[in-house]
Nanobody, 128 residues
Framework: VQLVESGGGSVQAGGSLRLSCAGPAYASSAYCMGWFRRDPGKERKAVAVTYSGNGGPYYADAVAGRFTVSQVNANNTLYLQMTNLKLGDTAMYYC???????????????????????WGQGTQVTVS
């Protein structure tokens, strides 16, 4: 499974960016997909995951209300719309995917990077 991110760049605080991830070529609903980021000097952590188990996406507390994850199955693309960007959002952003299982239908997708199998190469977001 190949994932290809795009849309990163440099932006001033308060600005917006949209990241895109070209995902699996078939049935995106068969995968859990998410956006993760690695802050400088820190471990990779979840930003947003497509299905949390309560019918909606999971968002990290730091981005809730500012970031929106969406998925367009017609073109197999996952998006992350980022608004009101802050200095603390500067990071390398990664798209990730893992095959969904029966349990994820009930409990939702994991937000742990360790539970994701496929990763993109990352796209840098710099907020100044």
């Amino acid at each position: 499974v190949q994932l290809v991110e795009s849309g990163g760049g440099s932006v001033q605080a308060g600005g917006s960016l949209r990241l895109s991830c070209a995902g699996p070529a078939y049935a995106s609903s068969a995968y859990c997909m998410g956006w993760f980021r690695r802050d400088p000097g820190k471990e990779r952590k979840a930003v947003a995951v497509t299905y949390s188990g309560n019918g909606g996406p999971y968002y990290a507390d730091a981005v809730a209300g500012r970031f929106t994850v969406s998925q367009v199955n017609a073109n197999n693309t996952l998006y992350l719309q980022m608004t009101n960007l802050k200095l603390g959002d500067t990071a390398m952003y990664y798209c990730a995917a893992v095959e969904a299982t029966i349990s994820t239908l009930f409990s939702g997708c994991s937000s742990s990077p360790a539970d994701f199998t496929y990763w993109g190469q990352g796209t840098q977001v710099t907020v100044s």
